[in-house]
Every structure is written in structure tokens, then in C-alpha cells.
């Protein structure tokens, strides 16, 4: 009963140090989300895929780079982390349509 | 321009009684999806209720339902019996078919206390 499981569930940075988010669902989906949530924001998208090797750029995708090589997961990398990317990292995943998008319990990521 | 607006950034509702928490969203697609989520305070993001621009009758999943006023672009969250769980983050979000392929747009949420 795993749904979208998304390690580590916190992590501080330092600036300039890069690091990989990994999501990972068992729902078969094809879609596949990362957002950030930042106080007062909402949710943003930072990219996104629609099936194994592709993704594709969101709202807010400067800063950050992604890969689907398998379904199953979609990795979220940053390379040269900055403090402005202090945040709560959601990602989600749904099968399209009129489908709710499932969501991981989030990364919690400071860069200091 | 904001797709969705939630103009309460803060509720509080007493517990047993009913709570509307309010959305409104912009869109010229005929075609459209709107998601209610609850975040509890642990962070995680819960799916609530969905309603498709073409469901002829308002959404209903046990004590939640939705206010949909097509019309006024209006999509209401409403929360019948408030229990102190029901305290959270509430975010309406929307689906339309300019949504690059089923993303959410979110609005900045609505944060709910229900006191005994």
C-alpha cells in the first residue's frame, strides 16, 4: 500500500552542493509531478513527465533538472543548490484524465 | 493572473458545526476539473473531492461537498459536523485543458482551526 513514496523526507545543504530527490509510485501512472510549496505559495510545478523518458519544464523549473528512466520513478536533481530553494518538495502522480494526482509525504530541504 | 483564489487565509469553525471555505478560479475552457486537498499539520496532502465542469450535480464524499456555482466560477469547499481533525491546510486547486497535461494549479490554501 506504498502509493508515491519520496526519499529523503529531510536534508540540509550547503550552498553549492547538488543532491537527488527520488520519487517512486506503484501505481502504474504515467504522470508524474514535482512541486515545491513555500510558505503563503500554494504548490508550484517544477517539471513534470508524462511517461518514461520524457519530462518536461513547469512553473518554476530554473534551478533544477529531472530524469524518468524507468516509470516508476522520477528523480528531481539540484546541482548547485542556493538558498532560494529552501523548501517542501511534493511529488505526485496520477493515471491523467479526471484521475486525482497522488502525492508523496514531501522532502523537507533547507540550503544554508 | 491567479487561476485560483482563495481569499480566506484563515477559518475557524467550532467543533460539530459547518464550514465553507471558498474558491474561486479563472479559466476560459469549457472543460475543467477543480480538487479540494487537505494538508494536515504532519504535511502530507490528502485528496478530498473532485468536481468535472460538466457534472451536473454537486460533489459529495461523506461530511465534504462542493459548491459549485458555474457561474460565479465559484467552487466552495464545505465541511458538515467539523471535527478538531478537520483542523489543516485546505488547497483548492484546478485542471483545465490548457493544464499541460493534468497539471494542478493551486491556490495558496486556507488554513482551518476548529475549536471544541
Known amino acids: 500500500n506504498a502509493g508515491v513514496t519520496q526519499t529523503p523526507k529531510f536534508r540540509v545543504l550547503k550552498t553549492g552542493q547538488s543532491m537527488t530527490l527520488l520519487c517512486a509510485q506503484d501505481?502504474?501512472?504515467?504522470?508524474m509531478y514535482w512541486y515545491r510549496q513555500d510558505p503563503g505559495m500554494g504548490l508550484r510545478l517544477i517539471h513534470y513527465s508524462v511517461g518514461e523518458g520524457t519530462t518536461a519544464k513547469g512553473e518554476v523549473p530554473d534551478g533544477y533538472n529531472v530524469s524518468r528512466l524507468k516509470k516508476q520513478n522520477f528523480l528531481l536533481g539540484l546541482e548547485s543548490a542556493a538558498p532560494s530553494q529552501t523548501s517542501v518538495y511534493f511529488c505526485?502522480?496520477?493515471?491523467?484524465?479526471?484521475?486525482?494526482?497522488?502525492f508523496g509525504d514531501g522532502t523537507r530541504l533547507s540550503i544554508l | 493572473a491567479q487561476k485560483i483564489t482563495q481569499t480566506q487565509p484563515g477559518m475557524f469553525v467550532q467543533e460539530k458545526e459547518a464550514v465553507t471555505l471558498d474558491c474561486t478560479y479563472d479559466t476560459s475552457d469549457p472543460s475543467y476539473g477543480l480538487f479540494w486537498y487537505k494538508q494536515p499539520s504532519s504535511g502530507e496532502m490528502i485528496f478530498l473531492i473532485y468536481?468535472?465542469?460538466?457534472?451536473?450535480q454537486n460533489a459529495t464524499e461523506g461530511r465534504y461537498s462542493l459548491n459549485f456555482q458555474k457561474a460565479r466560477k465559484s467552487a466552495n469547499l464545505v465541511i458538515s459536523a467539523s471535527q478538531l481533525g478537520d483542523s489543516a491546510m485546505y488547497f483548492c486547486?484546478?485542471?483545465?485543458?490548457?493544464?499541460?497535461?493534468?497539471?494542478?494549479?493551486f491556490g495558496r490554501g486556507t488554513q482551518l482551526t476548529v475549536w471544541p
Open positions: 486547486a484546478m485542471r483545465d485543458r490548457g493544464s499541460t497535461l493534468g497539471r494542478l494549479y
Open positions: 501505481m502504474n501512472h504515467e504522470y
Open positions: 505526485a502522480s496520477t493515471l491523467g484524465g479526471n484521475q486525482p494526482q497522488h
Open positions: 468536481q468535472g465542469s460538466y457534472d451536473q
